[in-house]
């Protein structure tokens, strides 16, 4: 299946209503890498639709060094089961998809958030660029190593700097390929209209 591509949020919710996959009432999962727009969007779509909206950041243990083994499941499933016995539920967050599976729990509709900005991971023409990837986590790395050398710090050589969510993203996005599997990309640039 190709996902529906759109652009603007009246479109989105016109891909929403036309869905086939949209039960009633709706489970939606937004995914996106980092900083793409998910949790504005869900906002917007859960006051649209009087939804619940739960953020997987919200279930997260703090300071754990990374995301997936690091959610609070018993909780989130909790949560899950009280609003969807409610009505419309709206769950977004990153590694969405992985997180949905390990709860057993099928999205009615699974919407991805690209962000297509030069210099972000997802390039302006729609492209997931490894060379931005690589190139991003390249400069995470070269700046962790500054502020060791700053402080004072010993790195050794070959020590991985850039660890935890950023590199759990990458290997979430390679592994299940969430733009790719989606009902619905959402595509939006600078304006996040």
Known sequence: ?????????????????????????P???????????KTYLAERLAASMNAAH????????E?????????????LATAVDRARQ????????????????RLRVEPSVHIYVKYLVAGFIWQP??????????????RK???CRRYAALSGDSVEPGEDLVGGLQRELIEYHYRYR????????????????
């Open 63 to 75: 300071k754990g060094g990374g995301f997936l083994d690091h959610l609070r499941y018993d909780e």
């Open 27 to 37: 489970v939606l999962a937004i995914d996106g890498f980092d900083g793409s727009g």
């Open 54 to 61: 739960l953020k997987l950041d919200d279930f997260l243990n």
């Open 1 to 25: 299946m190709v996902p529906e591509v759109v652009n603007s949020f009246d479109g989105l919710q016109e891909a929403l209503a036309t869905s086939a996959r949209c039960t009633d009432p």
């Open 178 to 193: 969430p733009h790719e599997r989606a009902d619905i990309i959402y595509e939006r640039s600078d304006d996040p209209t």
């Open 86 to 101: 409610k009505g419309a539920v709206i769950i977004e967050g990153v590694c969405v998809q992985e997180v949905l599976e």
């Open 141 to 143: 790395e070269e700046k």
């Open 125 to 138: 023409a729609g492209v997931l660029s490894m060379e931005s990837v690589s190139a991003g986590l390249a």
